[in-house]
Structures are given as C-alpha cells and as structure tokens.
C-alpha cells in the first residue's frame, strides 16, 4: 500500500490527516482489548470498522480464488486506517492485522476491496475482483513482523481458507511485480506453508 499525494493545500491536508489519525485512535481504543482476541481454534475475532472504499465484484458473486498479502508502509495501525478509510485516496483491504494481533475488518467479502491495483495472477487480470486484501501493520524492510500477529495472520489466514475452498495465498509483489515488493523478503511464507495455506512462495510436499 503507498499513500497518495494530497491534492489540497498542503496545511488544510495535515489537518485533516490529524482529526482522521484522531478518529480512527478513538474507533480503535473503543473496540477494546479483548473484542479482537485471535484463538487457534475458534479463528480470529474481529472488530468491523468500515471503509467507504469498495465496489461490487465483477462479475457479481464471483468466487474469491486468491488471498492478497500485503504491508501497511505504516508505522501505526492508525496511520494504515487513515489511509484506508479515507474516500479521497480510494484505497481500501478486506481487513488489517495489528502488530498486537488485532484484525480489523474494513470492507465486507462479497464485495470487491481497492487493494490489488492492476496486475494479474493465474490469468486473472482485474485481481481485486477475485481476491480478499489483507494489509498487515508493517513500515517495510528491516521492520520485523512480530509472533503475536503472525499467529494472527495465520488465524485469519485458516479461517479464510477453510470458508473460501481451494482459495491461493499470494503477495502483492505476485500480482504486481514491477510495482510492488511486499508483504517483502522479511515475510515467513513457510509459517503457511507449514499450516497447509498453499502459496506459490514454499513447495510443500503431500
């Protein structure tokens, strides 16, 4: 995810950037702790905090083939809600995860999220509209990505599979190679693979 340049005078846009960081601080601190605890076997639980940025998927009803990772470019979770809640950057994901393990749902599944940009993958040239986005709270490389939310990326990820059947986990630098390096080199795509989450990253043996 990179975030847009603001079009407006550049005074105006720091203050509006600082009553969404705000809004989004105070949306986040009411969803309370406990109301985004992730559990190995019950999946993730999530807090909804939605995103103007969606349309439908097209065609209508298509099936969700693909998982699409991504990071943040973000320091902070409310940094990556500014932008991807804000209409005017018109850039969204189906979810968030926190590095506390937090998931945020921002875009509901059936309909198609702003995240992919153009790319392909496996034919697929409008991915977004065959896909679920989900953005991971991380700056980028040499930024680590902490147990506590791998585990809750891999929750996800399994409640994810197991709802979307036969659905792939790929990177945004997958669809998108010329353009897009992440979730990065620092990301462990064997944690998938060794919890049966295929991806074109680790060849896993039957």
């Given at each position: 995810m990179r975030e847009a340049n603001d079009r407006a005078d550049p005074t105006a846009g720091r203050a509006r950037r600082g009553r969404r960081a705000l809004c989004a601080g105070i949306a986040i601190a009411a969803a309370g702790?406990?109301?985004?605890?992730?559990?190995?076997?019950?999946?993730p639980r999530i807090v909804d905090l939605p995103s103007p940025n969606f349309g439908e998927r097209r065609p209508a009803g298509a099936k969700v083939k693909f998982v699409v990772l991504h990071?943040?470019?973000?320091?902070?979770?409310a940094q990556a809600l500014d932008i991807l809640r804000d209409p005017a950057r018109e850039v969204s994901s189906h979810y968030v995860v926190d590095r506390d393990?937090?998931?945020y749902r921002l875009v509901a599944e059936d309909k198609r999220a702003w995240h992919a940009g153009a790319g392909s993958w496996r034919g697929e040239d409008d991915v977004n509209s065959v896909s679920i986005g989900v953005e991971i709270v991380n700056a980028g490389p040499p930024d680590p990505f902490p147990e506590r939310q791998m585990r809750a990326v891999l929750a996800l990820c399994r409640d994810l599979a197991a709802r979307h059947p036969g659905v792939e986990f790929v990177g945004h630098s997958d669809v998108a190679p010329d353009r897009k390096v992440d979730p990065g080199p620092l990301f462990p795509w064997s944690r998938l693979a060794e919890a049966g989450l295929p991806n074109p990253h680790v060849f896993v043996r039957p």
């Open positions: 702790a406990t109301a985004f605890a992730v559990g190995r076997a019950l999946g990071y943040t470019a973000t320091e902070t979770l393990g937090g998931v």
